[in-house]
């Protein structure tokens, strides 16, 4: 079946860094935008990073500058480097892929980040 598995998240305090990962399987996904969103306690889910299937990159207003998505279509993985960390980054993590068209949308599960001291 085809699968989107995060990984990475983890307790950081403020100022540091975490990689997340996004491992996919099932399907290749060179033809989809790659994204991750996040989602807060008691808020809805918001848009984090983008990176398309040639490479083009997005970032929220809230994480430019200190973070940065990449993709290895080798590995079918997409990446979210996070710099400068802050409390209000504190969010369940969830990566995407997005035809962009007619196909089926996925989502993982989720991977939580904490940022507190």
């Known amino acids: 079946q085809v699968q989107l598995v995060e990984s990475g998240g983890g307790l950081v305090q403020p100022g540091g860094s975490l990689r997340l990962s996004c491992a996919a399987s099932?399907?290749?996904?060179?033809?989809?935008?790659m994204g991750w969103f996040r989602q807060a306690p008691g808020k809805e889910r918001e848009f984090v990073a983008v990176i398309g299937w040639n490479g083009n990159t997005f970032y929220a207003d809230s994480v430019k500058g200190r973070f940065t998505i990449s993709r290895d279509g080798a590995k079918n993985a997409v990446y979210l480097q996070m710099n400068s960390l802050k409390p209000e980054d504190t969010a369940v993590y969830y990566c995407n892929a997005d035809p962009h068209g007619p196909w089926v949308e996925y989502w993982g599960q989720g991977t939580q980040v904490t940022v507190s001291s």
């Open positions: 099932g399907r290749t996904f060179s033809n989809y935008a």
